[in-house]
């Protein structure tokens, strides 16, 4: 089964809008990933947070997590249409470090 | 580092026949792992091996479905005879997480798409 499951499926915003994606999972976790997948092509990592770590910043990118919730939130800020694509949460679960992944989020931004 | 490297990037083939697809890991990495992807499903894990050592191949559907690593450099993923419902798209992705450095990501690569007919 799954670990994580991203929310919403899909998303659709206008360029320069902020998009939110969230991410739940029921097990406790080593860390958790976000990574992109533009069409036809393979995952890009984008951020790695570890389980003690609650927020990360890359760029237009900002990750939280919280642990009590078992979730984590992916943001991109001042959205551009070259972000559109899916993006997948993957967790790394007890002593193996295998990641996981949900069933992604699409997000499609227009220009 | 040319990344992860996957071949072919496309193959379609008849059903029945038998169904190869190859990976280079990045060097130096010491995790190699095997996805699948389909709408259905999403992303599953098929098969991981850690220093070239299948360590868990329960995501394997079928015993239709086998995988190697001969060396730290190479691995392969075989279905014989493939059938329709294999159509899809495989990932090969890997890492390296040993002592001190668990906590890294997977590299992926470009993945083939398989298209049994």
């Known amino acids: 089964s799954q670990q994580g499951e991203e929310d919403p499926q899909a998303l659709s915003i206008q360029e320069g809008e902020n998009a939110t994606m969230n991410c739940s999972y029921k097990?406790?976790?080593?860390?958790l990933q976000w990574y992109r997948q533009n069409s036809g092509r393979g995952l890009v990592h984008l951020i790695l947070i570890r389980s003690n770590e609650r927020e990360k910043h890359s760029g237009r990118l900002r990750v939280t997590l919280d642990t009590s919730k078992k979730s984590s939130s992916l943001l991109i800020t001042a959205s551009r249409a070259a972000d559109t694509a899916s993006y997948f949460c993957?967790?790394?679960?007890?002593?193996?470090?295998?990641?996981?992944f949900g069933r992604g989020t699409s997000l499609i931004v227009h220009p | 580092d040319a990344g992860v490297i996957q071949s072919p990037r496309h193959e379609v083939t008849e059903m029945g026949q038998e169904v190869t697809l190859r990976c280079k890991p990045i060097s130096g990495h010491d995790y190699l792992f095997w996805y699948r992807q389909t709408m259905m499903r999403g992303l599953e894990l098929l098969i991981y091996f850690n220093n070239n050592v299948p360590i868990d191949d329960s995501g394997m559907p079928e015993d239709r479905f086998s995988a190697k690593m001969p060396n730290a450099s190479f691995s392969t993923l075989k279905i014989q005879p493939s059938e329709p419902r294999d159509s899809a798209v495989y990932f090969c992705a890997s890492r390296y997480a040993r002592g001190q450095y668990m906590n890294t990501e997977a590299f992926f690569g470009q993945g083939t798409r398989l298209t049994v007919v």
């Open positions: 993957a967790t790394d679960t007890g002593g193996s470090y295998i990641p996981t």
């Open positions: 097990t406790s976790i080593n860390n």
